[in-house]
């Protein structure tokens, strides 16, 4: 692996900057090729680096302000340059370093990253997307929370990008896309939703279409990519986090009412904890901004540090991926026909 080089927003999140610098810590450990920078507060990282197995000569870049997790979009972007958001994501566009962790404000840090890294030409509205579990292998979902309201045009991009990168990711040859509706018969659902799945089926664009999906088949990994409004889709991925953590309530529940609940954990406690491997919502963080021309990706602000170093391992698998002209190639052939059919050539 070559050197990676991540530039990590230390003042976003919850429980900022012990989070990010402890999950720095735990990811240089497993990866001792990357290098970290840390964008912010230097009097509040330094004591915290000292502290560490791997970071203590780590990189700072001081600033103070910060955007913070209740802030408008608007107030984030009038803040601008003086964040540590800001200064982070610069660090990407300026080409110091290969990508940028944050998990701070996500309309913040998807404006901010538009702003200094541009989305590619042709795509109207960058998306997040992440990898879930299902019943087969993982799946790409997206829009994830970016893009409240879409129309057709939206949607159709965001299979594009969201095969394109699990196709470079996954090593899917073509991936199979499915669009999350309230029903999978063709005339349910909104007007947008029925003119996405024509465009999503027509043999030009070469895209593996399967047709429309209900939230139940998210999780049985009935396609590849899923496709939806950033509405639904933030919904539909905090309702499965935080079923997640309501089935492992449960179980700890379950096992450890009785003496003979607790003796049948032991003989269960492999598998269980191979289930709670699998369901726990910081083993898959890390969210990616697709369609920008450079690698954003944004961590839940609420997680721990173990949620962290998963964000940042992420980042730097990404890196190596190199989807970007994969994304860019994708979006550009989707643009030519959709050009041709308004000039009626």
């Given amino acids: 692996m070559t050197k990676l080089r991540l530039a990590l927003d230390a003042m976003g999140g919850d429980d900022a900057?012990?989070?990010?610098?402890?999950?720095?810590?735990?990811a240089k450990a497993k990866n001792p090729d990357i290098d970290v920078v840390f964008v912010g507060d230097e009097a509040a990282i330094a004591p915290l680096l000292k502290r560490t197995t791997t970071l203590r000569q780590a990189e700072i870049i001081h600033c103070l302000d910060k955007v913070e997790s209740d802030e408008n979009v608007s107030q984030a972007v009038r803040k601008g340059k003086g964040t540590s958001m800001w200064?982070?994501?610069?660090?990407?566009?300026?080409?110091?370093?290969?990508?940028?962790?944050?998990?701070?404000?996500?309309?913040?840090?998807?404006?901010i990253a538009k702003l200094q890294l541009r989305p590619m030409e042709g795509v109207k509205r960058p998306a997040i997307a992440t990898f879930l579990p299902t019943e087969t292998s993982d799946v790409c979902m997206l829009d994830l929370g970016a893009n409240i309201e879409c129309d057709a045009d939206n949607l159709v991009q965001f299979a594009i990008m969201g095969a394109a990168f699990s196709r470079s990711v996954q090593k899917i040859e073509r991936p199979s896309i499915g669009l999350l509706n309230v029903g999978a018969e063709d005339q349910k659902g909104h007007e947008y939703l029925r003119e996405a799945a024509e465009t999503l089926a027509d043999e030009r664009f070469g895209l593996n279409y399967a047709g429309f999906?209900?939230?139940t088949d998210i999780?049985?990994?009935?396609?590849?990519?899923?496709?939806?409004?950033?509405?639904?889709?933030n919904v539909a991925l905090k309702t499965a986090e935080g079923t997640a953590l309501l089935v492992g309530r449960y179980l700890r529940a379950a096992f450890t009412e009785s003496l003979f609940?607790?003796?049948?954990?032991?003989?269960?406690s492999a598998a269980l904890r191979?289930?709670?491997?699998?369901?726990?919502?910081?083993?898959?963080?890390?969210?990616v901004f697709l369609g920008l021309n450079g690698l954003a990706v944004k961590s839940h602000g609420g997680t721990d540090e173990l949620g962290f170093s998963n964000a940042i391992k992420v980042a730097?698998?990404?890196?190596?991926?190199?989807f970007i002209p994969d994304v860019q190639k994708a979006i550009a052939h989707y643009t030519t026909i959709k050009e041709q059919d308004e000039s009626g050539t």
Avoid at 87 to 101: F, H, L, R, S, Y
Avoid at 316 to 322: K, N
């Fill in 274 to 287: 191979r289930v709670k491997h699998r369901l726990d919502p910081r083993v898959h963080n890390g969210a």
């Fill in 219 to 233: 999780t049985t990994g009935s396609t590849d990519v899923v496709v939806t409004d950033g509405f639904t889709g």
């Fill in 87 to 111: 200064k982070a994501i610069e660090q990407v566009q300026n080409g110091n370093c290969d990508a940028v962790v944050s998990a701070g404000n996500t309309g913040a840090l998807m404006a």
């Fill in 316 to 322: 730097v698998d990404l890196v190596e991926y190199g």
């Fill in 261 to 268: 609940s607790k003796i049948a954990y032991l003989f269960a």
């Fill in 17 to 26: 900057p012990k989070i990010v610098i402890k999950g720095a810590d735990i």
């Fill in 213 to 215: 999906v209900e939230g």
